[in-house]
Nanobody
Framework: QVQLVESGGGLVQAGGSLRLSCAAS????????MGWYRQAPGKKRESVAT???????NYADSVKGRFTISRDNAKNTVYLQMNSLKPEDTAVYYC????????????????WGQGTQVTVSS
């Protein structure tokens, strides 16, 4: 069984910074892509940033230049450095691991973390 454990959320003032971490555990053989998504109250979940196993990244337009995603393949961990935070960044942030192959299950699957709250006050 694969588990994703997120950490680093919290309350910060506008203009501040936070760093989210997400560690995947289990009998993992490989992970294709890892990423961060967010969902604000009353809104759909949206992609924030993703990174492939070879380091290719993709960002939502709303966070470009402010957020940086990185990944440690050896630790199956993905990070999201969030700078210049705005009140509109307030949401529950979810970690995603896509195309996960394990030694205990045939095929590849996607997994989600439990979410971590990020609140930016004005």
């Amino acid at each position: 069984q694969v588990q994703l454990v997120e950490s680093g959320g919290g309350l910060v003032q506008a203009g501040g910074s936070l760093r989210l971490s997400c560690a995947a555990s289990g009998s993992i053989f490989s992970i294709n892509s890892m990423g961060w998504y967010r969902q604000a109250p009353g809104k759909k979940r949206e992609s924030v940033a993703t990174i492939t196993s070879i380091g290719s990244t993709n960002y939502a337009d709303s966070v470009k230049g402010r957020f940086t995603i990185s990944r440690d393949n050896a630790k199956n961990t993905v990070y999201l450095q969030m700078n210049s935070l705005k009140p509109e960044d307030t949401a529950v942030y979810y970690c995603n691991a896509a195309g996960v192959r394990t030694s205990t299950r045939r095929g590849s699957y996607d997994y989600w973390g439990q979410g971590t709250q990020v609140t930016v006050s004005s």
